[in-house]
Structures are given as structure tokens and as C-alpha cells.
């Protein structure tokens, strides 16, 4: 992949991690090229991007919106594709060789998908596509020889930690959190949180969804069962430690007691770039440790009362199955719910564990299967919120 040009196509390009991947593509010195960006309703943005960077398609998966915006601006070499499914077109082009799934929410499972069928490699920055469809996901990878990488900090920190033992050898693996805004919140006070204090994060800057997730610390929850499904660990081996400066993106445990860190200033580009370039590490635009001032890194064991989302999390990746569709599009539910003020922050994760305890549990779901559930779920939060 040295002299090459590697064709990247990123789903969700108008959104932060799609944003943060141009950044990565554009210093890359032409080692890297966007050739397909897609965006569901930011068809703006999504204009602007394809005169910057010209890439071969574009995709607006929103037909209403594809049809409001005026493309008379959009460069004759650029095709348009609108509609969802032209999603899997884009990510299945053979010209493509890696694929950032980078569309918020359960939507991101069907490029992912599309992505694996086609062999390709997938940057996985959508985790909800393992919460939701953990094993399917999984076996679809082995069968068509596809490669997974993470682009979530936590787990590019453990798969490049990985790198240093065996995978027999491996104790666990310890998840780093930066307990969100609210770490120190009483349960009295989470339940005052407004909706500006929630999307205040005080070491990463996120989309809206995901920063509601650190706040209540359902973020960490989906990324137990992302980490369960994506290295195939035992829920036993994994753990969540609070670290509030986010510098130690996640540890692995070796037997022998040896602990393998990552560490890098919070900024997405890292694990971006190394999931877009590796097995190489490359020169590239995320910010780097200042080694002449001094630092603290702070580590204590989170509290599993005030934070309830992890217990959720643990008991998720132990059940497998339809748990994690269920579990994920309640809380997509529920985080639009305290978004438009219908609910409290702190009853987002007791109406996600009320969804999973009313769902009929099935072990071995087919993919039609989970995403049946994943619109049940939503529906449920609703029901729950008005009862
Ligand atoms: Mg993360």
C-alpha cells in the first residue's frame, strides 16, 4: 500500500468523524483519495465537499433532501446517487478499497454491510453496526475475507496494544472512559442535566447523539459489546476504568501482568488515519503529546450505581443475541427523547433496560431479525415515555 493510491469511500462524510477523515485524506500528500462521500440530509456541506475534493460519487441517502438542494454547482465529473441504497453501491464500487462507516446510529449497519460483502475494508467508526448485529457482522467479515478496523479511540488503543502479545496471552482488556460531564453528579443532580450542559463535553468534541452517550455513559456500554464482538473476547475480560483526561485511549492485560497502553492527545485523526493506512504508520495531522509540560493521567473504578449504563452494557455482551439491537435503538429513541426535552438524562438508561426486559429474546437472530427489533425498540421508548 506504499506507492498506491488507496480509494477511500466515507460514509457520512458531512458528519465529525466523515469531517475528521477529509482532514486525514487531504495530509495524507495523495497517499489517500476520497473517491465516494455520502451524507443523509447535509446536502450542503455535502456539495462543498465534492467541489473541494472531487471525488468519483456522491450519495445523498435522503431522496426529500437530495431534492431541495440546487446541484448546479456540483462538478460535471461527480456522479450523484440519492437514495439509501445507493449507499451499498457506493461502498461496494470495486475501485473503493476501504470503507469508513461513518453514518451515526443503527442507520450505519447497511453500509457496513454492503462494505463487508464486497471483501472490503471497513474503518469501523459506527460502533452500533457490532452492538446491533455483533455476530452476523462478524461471521459475514470471516466469510467474505473482509478486515474490520476500528476507528473508535478505545478500541484502535486495543488493537494496536494487541500487537504486543499473543492473543492466548491476553488477560484483558481494560476500556478507558472519561466519565463525560456529569462524572462527579449526584443522582439528583443528573436528573436536573439540561440539554446544553449534556452536549458540553469537556475533553472530545462529538456529534450531538454521541456526546449524550458520554454523558450518561451508555457510550462506554456500546463499546463493551463493540469490544466483545470486534476481538472476540469473554464479557469477563473486559473492564472500564475512569480516566478523565483521555490521553490512555484503552489498555490490554498481558498474564504475566504487563499492561499495554495507548496514549495521544483526544483527537479522532489518530485512529482515523491508522485505520485508513495500516499496517503502516504514517506522518499525519493529529495532535501530539507535548512532553515538556507536565501531565497527570488519573485512573479510579467507575461507579456502576450513579452510571447504571455499564451494568447494561456487561450484561448485553454476556446475553448476545437480539439484546444489543434492542438495547441500541432504545437508547437512539430515548437520546432523541431528552433531546427535544421529553425525557430526563437520567431515565434514558432505565428506559432502555425496561425495553430489553419486555423484548422475546432469540440467541440466534437473523439480520432481518435485528432490524425488526431495532424499530420495535423505538417504538417501546415512546410507549414508555407516555405511560
Ligand atoms: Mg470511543
Redesign the pocket.
Known sequence: MTDRITNVAVLGSTGSIGRSTLEVIDASAGSLRAAALSAHGSTKLLLEQAQRVRPRCIVVSDPEAAKRQDWSGLPGDVELLVGPEAIARAAADPQIDVVVSAIVGSAGLQGTWAALEAGKRVALAN?ESLVVGGPLVTRLARERGASLLPV????SAVFQALQAGRRDEVRRVVLTASGGPFRTYSQDQLAQVTVEEALAHPTWNMGPKITVDSATLM?KAL?IIEARWLFDLSPDQIGVVIHPQSIVHSMVEYRDGSVIAQLSPPDMKLPIQYALTWPSRCEGPAAKIDWSRAMQLDFEPPDFERFAALGLGLEVARSGGTAGAVVNGANEAAVAAFLDGRLALNEIVPACRSVLENHNFDPNPTLQQVLELDGWARQEVLSWICA
Open positions: 460502533k473508535d479511540s478505545e478500541h457510550n463499546e
